[in-house]
């Protein structure tokens, strides 16, 4: 009989995360509060140091302790848009994005480069703007459950989108510009190279955050 129960148990927890969240002052509330994480995650760097394997190992120069920490300036904001997307859901993750770009381009320069009308045509505006079909499919992943292989399949799906278009866009914006292709190469590996693994490995932290996150949101609302 107890372990009908826990079953039990487990099943309505299950609905309740594929539920949405009612809309209420209080999602109102959690929809201004993740627009303002968006913000903040903008202006946060994040200096991870880590363990590598360097070059120099395979050769015969002289290595330091040094040699083997690589420390990468991680900022923060495509883990938010993965947690918000886990979090809030399609319909309230969007519209907190939607809310982030409105406030950038009409009233207060909170992207990173400032804000504006003249913001559409920065190299990195395709990254925002991806940041709502990301939230779109990925959220849609987690409909079927926040299991860790969804949450995986979510994050790759929601950090590629994301990628993809801010690289896709960015080209646009350098043709139109003339930019030569030594530009765009550079400016893809410094924004959509190593950082995507970093984007996925803390995106899917984000997303487990508000697994948990959404509970406790269920039990008080």
Not at 175 to 203: C, N, P, T
Request: charged letters at 10%; hydrophobic letters at 55%.
């Amino acid at each position: 009989m107890s372990n009908e129960n826990i079953d039990i148990h487990k099943v309505k927890i299950t609905k309740k995360q594929t539920d949405g969240i009612r809309f209420s002052f209080c999602s109102l509330i959690l929809i201004l509060f993740c627009t303002f994480l968006v913000v903040v995650s903008t202006f946060l760097q994040l200096n991870i140091s880590h363990l590598i394997l360097p070059l120099k190992a395979f050769g015969n120069g002289n290595l330091t302790i040094h040699d083997f920490v690589y420390t990468y300036k991680f900022i923060p904001q495509i883990p938010v848009i993965m947690f918000l997307a886990a979090f809030l859901g399609r319909k309230y993750g969007i519209t907190s994005v939607l809310l982030y770009i409105i406030a950038g381009l009409f009233f207060v320069p909170i992207f990173a480069l400032g804000g504006g009308l003249k913001y559409v045509f920065e190299y990195g505006f395709g990254y925002i703007l991806a940041y709502i079909p990301a939230i779109f499919f990925a959220a849609s992943i987690l409909k079927s459950g926040y299991s860790n292989r969804n949450m995986i399949h979510a994050t790759i799906v929601g950090v590629l989108t994301i990628h993809i278009i801010g690289v896709f866009y960015m080209l646009i914006i350098a043709l139109l510009r003339h930019e030569g292709w030594m530009f765009m190469e550079s400016w893809i590996v410094a924004q959509s190279g190593i950082k995507i693994i970093y984007d996925m490995i803390f995106g899917f932290f984000g997303m487990f955050l508000a697994k948990y996150a959404r509970l406790l949101i269920w039990a008080y609302m």
